[in-house]
Nanobody, 124 residues
């Protein structure tokens, strides 16, 4: 069973910073792309940033220059460092990872996993 557990959300004033972490645990043999998504009330979930196993990164235009995604493969963890936070960054942030594991029949497969989410609230 694979789990993703996020931490680091909270309440911060506009202009402040937060760092989110997401650790993968369980039985698996590889972690491919990892990413952060967010969902604000009444809006669809959107990609914030992603990072491949080769450390190639991709960012939403709205966060470029303010957020940085990174990963520590030894710790099976992905981070999202957020600077210059704005009220419009307020959302539940979800961790996502594509993970290689053995299925019930012992066959390797890639599956998409999600964390439960962590709330980020930016006050004006």
């Amino acid at each position: 069973q694979v789990q993703l557990v996020e931490s680091g959300g909270g309440l911060v004033q506009a202009g402040g910073s937060l760092r989110l972490s997401c650790a993968a645990s369980g039985s698996f043999f590889s972690i491919n792309t990892m990413g952060w998504y967010r969902q604000a009330p009444g809006k669809q979930r959107e990609l914030v940033a992603s990072i491949t196993s080769g450390d190639s990164t991709n960012y939403a235009d709205s966060v470029k220059g303010r957020f940085t995604i990174s990963r520590d493969n030894a710790k099976n963890t992905v981070y999202l460092q957020m600077f210059s936070l704005k009220p419009e960054d307020t959302a539940v942030y979800y961790c996502n990872a594509v993970i290689g594991h053995l299925n019930y029949y012992g066959i390797p497969e890639l599956s998409d996993y999600w964390g439960r989410g962590t709330q980020v609230t930016v006050s004006s």
